[in-house]
């Protein structure tokens, strides 16, 4: 409940007044454009948040002339129905997270390859950047056209309740969670297990022993409250996580100019606001950690080098086989940067 106030009242400073609200009985008439926006994110999550903010700053912005209708939670659609039910046009936009494209779209895998883009000025610049407008044309190539960039996380964290996980020695013979296939490699190339697993089922799975290890991003720790069953966790700048909004380019291209102008407007406000939030929200997780008693340690510049060493080569070289034609210029691109 505590962490819900917090994101509310960040994101307090998006959201633009509202309008007065009339009664449909009282004669208010319809918005002229609707754009229904599903996501996977529960009410409470700094996404869903955000784009709350961002539907009630287009409702303002058009003077009710267009209307946002956000359905989190998976209540319009589940994650892996979005991409074709925005693309066929059975609802107008949707959110996701990068890595989510698979071998759809490989190449939006790039931001994710361990220690290769997690420093957070570089981040800050992707939103506009020639390496968005490359994978913004790789989504144009499959019915979507991208919105927004929301930044979702710098920071992984691996939690133990055996010993602490250092060194890349440390990682041998360790059940851990993975994230997907191709990030995995880098977990097999220090001697761990990985066993890729949706986050809601990973705290089950550590304290039954299916898993000695676990992998997410650390506001995610606390919300699983990992600290009840895990003693220990390294905070790594492992990878970078963006969570993108899209939306169906025959509904955008049948838009006015002007209401395409306020959209935009609103969509790259969330861009600039969703950084300090998640940066905030990362800290008070670390904080909350500590406080619930876990042994949180702040992996060294040492420690990234040494670990990047061991891991980064390996996913490199499996995204390049996944994406030999996108790859390539996609890598170049993010190290740009």
Request: charged residues 20%; proline residues 7%.
């Amino acid at each position: 409940m505590h962490r819900r106030r917090l994101l509310l009242a960040s994101a307090a400073g998006l959201a633009a007044p509202a309008l007065p609200r009339l009664a449909r009985a009282q004669g208010a008439s319809s918005p002229a454009v609707t754009m229904r926006l599903s996501h996977q994110f529960p009410p409470s999550h700094q996404h869903a948040v955000i784009l709350q903010a961002f539907a009630e700053k287009v409702k303002a912005d058009s003077k009710g002339e267009i209307e946002v209708q956000v359905f989190p939670a998976e209540q319009l659609a589940r994650a892996g129905e979005n991409f074709p039910a925005v693309a066929r046009g059975a609802f107008e936009a949707a959110a996701a997270v990068n890595f989510q494209w698979g071998n759809t779209l490989p190449e939006m895998n790039v931001l994710t390859i361990p220690y290769l883009f997690s420093d957070l000025e570089r981040i800050k610049k992707f939103p506009g950047s020639e390496a968005a407008a490359y994978l913004e044309g790789l989504l144009q190539k499959r019915a979507v056209r991208n919105l927004a960039w929301l930044y979702t996380t710098r920071k992984a964290i691996f939690t133990s309740n055996a010993k602490p996980i250092i060194k890349t020695d440390d990682f041998k013979g360790l059940k851990i969670r993975g994230l997907n296939a191709l990030t995995d490699h880098a977990l097999t190339a220090v001697g761990a297990a990985p066993s890729s697993m949706p986050g809601p089922e990973v705290p089950q799975a550590l304290q039954s022993g299916v898993l000695d290890a676990g992998l997410t991003d650390v506001s995610a720790a606390v919300s699983r409250r990992f600290y009840e069953f895990q003693k220990f966790g390294t905070v790594a700048p492992w990878f970078c996580v963006f969570t993108h909004v899209y939306v169906n380019p025959r509904w955008w291209a049948g838009l006015k100019p002007e209401q395409q102008a306020i959209i935009t407007k609103a969509a790259q406000q969330a861009e600039q606001d969703q950084i300090p939030l998640t940066e905030k929200i990362a800290a008070d997780a670390q904080t909350e950690l500590q406080a619930k008693g876990m042994t949180v340690h702040d992996q060294t510049a040492e420690e990234s080098a040494a670990w990047s060493a061991a891991m980064q080569k390996p996913v490199v070289d499996a995204f390049l086989r996944l994406a030999p034609e996108g790859g390539p210029r996609a890598l170049e691109l993010i190290r740009k940067l």
